[in-house]
């Protein structure tokens, strides 16, 4: 999918480096979700990237399908999470014939989808692809996570790679932007790429309106601090 494979060569240093974020709000994913879900549930990861949290659900015994834009992501998906099935397909308009029992969003990634628009075809595709009292789960990044920790750089610099990092944002534009340049040694050569990354935000209220149009019920929203963690993401958890 061309509109993701700006995401490929960020996927082995993303499964490094960031693959370790679903482990550590399992119990968030426990408490919220897991605890209603029938035994041996059929579950939907949505971009699910490269894969562990897909394999947190397999090991907790629940039938597990994946789906992401990035092909390099889904190859390492798949040696993270073997007996998961996963497929390259767009949140806005993927196509399965099935439905599941949940379907779960992690790590900010609906903050991916720039328009109010596309938000909402992604919640028109997850209510058709639910059973009917099927669970919702998803967080994103709300407004304070970009002015408060959106504006920096960072670098990882080991023998075999290195990684910079530089974040910034636009509040005029709710556009966050995050410019990565990775060098990467092959066959003693060093190899660069250079990509960037894109997230917007949206109001509480707008995400709940959405929900609702699309006819989602029980919506609950969970501010992070409920859980101990960093303020500025929103746990969302709704039913069809």
């Not at 426990?30 to 579950?43: C, E, G, I, M, N």
């Not at 969003?105 to 059973?131: C, G, K, P, W």
């Not at 509480?204 to 303020?231: C, T, W």
Request: with cysteine; charged share 25%; net charge negative.
């Amino acid at each position: 999918m061309e509109k993701y494979a700006a995401y490929d060569p960020f996927a082995w240093i993303y499964n490094k480096y960031w693959g370790r974020m679903p482990k550590g709000i399992e119990p968030i994913i426990d408490k919220l979700f897991f605890t209603s879900l029938p035994q041996k549930a059929s579950v939907l990861d949505l971009c699910c990237g490269t894969g562990q949290l897909a394999q947190i659900l397999n090991e907790r015994g629940y039938e597990v399908t994946g789906i992401d834009g990035s092909r390099e992501m889904l190859k390492l998906a798949q040696e993270n999470s073997p007996s998961s099935t996963f497929l390259e397909d767009d949140a806005r308009s993927f196509n399965v014939d099935k439905q599941f029992d949940g379907i779960i969003s992690t790590y900010d990634s609906l903050n991916h989808i720039m328009s109010l628009e596309e938000l909402q075809a992604v919640f028109r595709n997850v209510n058709e692809f639910l059973v009917e009292d099927g669970l919702f789960l998803f967080d994103m990044n709300m407004e304070s996570t970009y002015k408060g920790h959106w504006n920096g750089s960072f670098n990882i610099v080991e023998d075999d790679h290195v990684c910079a990092v530089r974040s910034t944002s636009k509040h005029e534009d709710r556009l966050a932007q995050m410019d990565i340049t990775m060098f990467m040694l092959e066959d003693q050569q060093w190899k660069r790429s250079d990509l960037t990354l894109e997230q917007t935000w949206y109001q509480k209220e707008e995400v709940i309106h959405l929900l609702i149009e699309e006819g989602f019920r029980e919506i609950n929203a969970y501010p992070s601090e409920d859980f101990r963690m960093q303020k500025g993401r929103m746990f969302f958890l709704c039913e069809k």
